[in-house]
């Protein structure tokens, strides 16, 4: 069985963008989280299906939700959910600290 892990950045992460939404507009908040969802379950089934970010770290891949890159890596039995950042964040700069 595969599973989908969420890392504590990534988890912060989610938290604060359902913050925005709740603020801002509750039912873009819930269709955030429901394509995010789906997103999660379309990498336990094709977990190579994102693209590469080895120039960042080797084993990091993300795949685009929204404004939102939803960066993961392999795991044994799934895959990790690392973080999940604006696609206009520096993701080098990120993952420097």
Avoid: T
């Avoid at 989610?14 to 379309?42: H, T």
């Avoid at 929204?66 to 206009?88: A, F, M, P, Q, T």
């Amino acid at each position: 069985m595969s599973i989908c892990l969420i890392s504590p950045k990534a988890s912060q992460d989610l938290d604060e963008i359902f913050d925005y939404f709740a603020s801002r507009n509750v039912d873009a908040g819930e269709r955030f989280v429901m394509a995010f969802e789906k997103k999660c379950e379309n990498l336990l089934q094709f977990p190579k299906m994102g693209r590469s970010y080895k120039d960042i770290e080797p084993s990091l891949r993300g795949i685009p939700l929204d404004n939102y890159i939803i960066l993961y890596r392999l795991i044994d039995n799934g895959v990790e959910i690392v973080r999940v950042v604006s696609g206009y964040r520096n993701l080098e700069y990120l993952f420097e600290r």
